[in-house]
């Protein structure tokens, strides 16, 4: 399995440098602009979700799933070093966005907002990719990939579309009085506790899914 998860990291080598110089523009971008810093999260999805469909196109291409069926490897073995490899680089990515903000001489403030928005990138990462994953083993690679996209770029202008459309839907009595906003106001605000939170959901749901991957790509004969 350390053998899978080194095969992984060592030939997208070039494609994790280059999302590297990547985040450096995520980095520069936090120093100049108070936004800068929720750009860490798409630093994060960048790196994983590009090392990702990289990998797995040449896994797809090359037909090397068929290769590793050869080798004296149970098939949940293979799929967990697929997400161990994900869990990686999601650490490193994090990693890599923190020293390059100590290195900033202040620029760059290292708090717990900080810790939280970065958390919750890698919470969001994790189950997309482990969604994805389960699509790769029943879809093939590139379907899957390009699936995958299309939902993301439609989550992405989403929130566009309800406010477009939400100003002729009637709004409900609850939310008409009041009622939904003091309610929402009466919630404590604490993003640190709420981001621990919603990272400890999306292990168990980046656990399920790959429970769910290892069914699939064994019922999937043909990678």
Do not use: C, H
């Not at 995520?26 to 090392?51: E, P, R, T």
């Amino acid at each position: 399995m350390l053998y899978i998860i080194y095969k992984d990291l060592y030939q997208a080598r070039k494609t994790i440098f280059l999302y590297f110089l990547i985040g450096l523009v995520f980095i520069i971008s936090n120093m100049y602009n108070d936004m800068g810093i929720y750009m860490s999260v798409g630093f994060i999805f960048l790196l994983v979700y590009g090392v990702v469909a990289t990998n797995e196109y040449v896994e797809d291409k090359n037909k090397g799933y068929s290769l590793l069926r050869t080798l004296p490897l149970k098939p949940y073995k293979i799929v967990m070093s697929k997400y161990i490899t994900s869990i990686l680089l999601a650490i490193s990515g994090v990693l890599y966005y923190l020293i390059l903000a100590k290195l900033s001489g202040g620029r760059i403030v290292i708090d717990n907002l900080l810790y939280s928005i970065l958390s919750i990138g890698v919470s969001f990462v994790l189950v997309f990719t482990g969604i994805l994953y389960i699509f790769i083993y029943k879809y093939g690679a590139a379907k899957a990939i390009n699936l995958s996209r299309l939902f993301f770029f439609g989550f992405f202008f989403l929130p566009v579309i309800i406010s477009s459309l939400i100003k002729y839907i009637p709004k409900p009595s609850f939310i008409e009085s009041g009622k939904l906003e003091m309610f929402l106001e009466s919630i404590p605000l604490d993003l640190t506790g709420w981001s621990l939170l919603f990272l400890g959901i999306s292990l168990i749901i980046y656990l399920l899914t790959m429970l769910a991957s290892i069914r699939q790509f064994k019922k999937n004969k043909i990678m």
